[in-house]
């Protein structure tokens, strides 16, 4: 196997938190990531330091890293900052809007589709989240879709700890009905469903879920370098 570098690091085990393959909480022990990696702990330490930047892992003195689990204050800050950012940027892509930037939008509602319809839970999860991040590469903002990849990653842990039941179809419906005021260019509906997308995926949390727990060599096992 070829090294790994500290970003494929940082992307993989982002990647893993992003489509719940790494649950919150769970321990990420240097040595075995180093081997999984097959790099040295220091590549490892500092793609962990990077995630803990992001917010994605919480490092702890004398315990080690760990995936991070958002209180609840925080979830409500994430979505709040969520749907201020995403409300503009809704506000841009209808005034730059243009019809291959809606067939590809309908593309990936039409994936979407195909993922809710079936088993891959993984699949499901990275494709809902994408649509937003999608919206952003396709006004040719890579910053913004950056940005957004970053608080989706952490929109996913959030989900995972508080969401009482399986959003997905909804999600995907809600998704379908932006897309549709985006091609008809209406920027006032647009805005609308995006903002009440957010906040009925916020609303579907249940803050007294207890916090899931998972083991580093299980969630390590589907996870490609």
Excluded: W
């Excluded at 690091?9 to 990531?33: D, F």
């Excluded at 649509?131 to 989706?152: K, T």
């Excluded at 969401?163 to 379908?176: F, V």
């Amino acid at each position: 196997m070829e090294p790994s570098s500290t970003s494929a690091i940082v992307e993989s085990l982002t990647r893993a938190i992003a489509t719940h393959r790494l649950q919150p909480g769970t321990k990420l022990a240097e040595q075995k990531l180093a081997d999984h990696f097959g790099v040295s702990r220091t590549l490892v330490r500092q793609a962990l330091f990077q995630l803990a930047q992001n917010r994605l892992v919480t490092l702890e003195p004398a315990r080690g890293a760990f995936v991070s689990t958002p209180s609840e204050d925080e979830a409500r800050q994430v979505f709040a900052v969520r749907r201020m950012l995403e409300a503009e940027m809704t506000r841009a892509f209808v005034q730059s809007s243009t019809p291959a930037k809606i067939r590809a939008l309908r593309d990936h509602v039409r994936r979407e589709q195909t993922a809710v319809e079936g088993t891959d839970a993984t699949s499901r999860t990275e494709l809902l989240g994408d649509f937003h991040v999608r919206m952003a590469e396709l006004m040719g903002n890579e910053v913004l879709a950056q940005l957004l990849g970053d608080l989706i990653s952490r929109c996913a842990l959030i989900t995972l700890m508080y969401q009482s039941a399986s959003a997905a179809a909804h999600s995907h419906e809600e998704h379908g009905a932006i897309v549709d005021a985006l091609a008809r260019r209406d920027e006032a509906l647009a805005v609308q469903l995006m903002q009440a997308h957010l906040l009925h995926v916020e609303q579907s949390l249940a803050f007294d879920q207890k916090r899931p727990l998972n083991d580093l060599s299980v969630a390590l096992s589907p996870l490609q370098p």
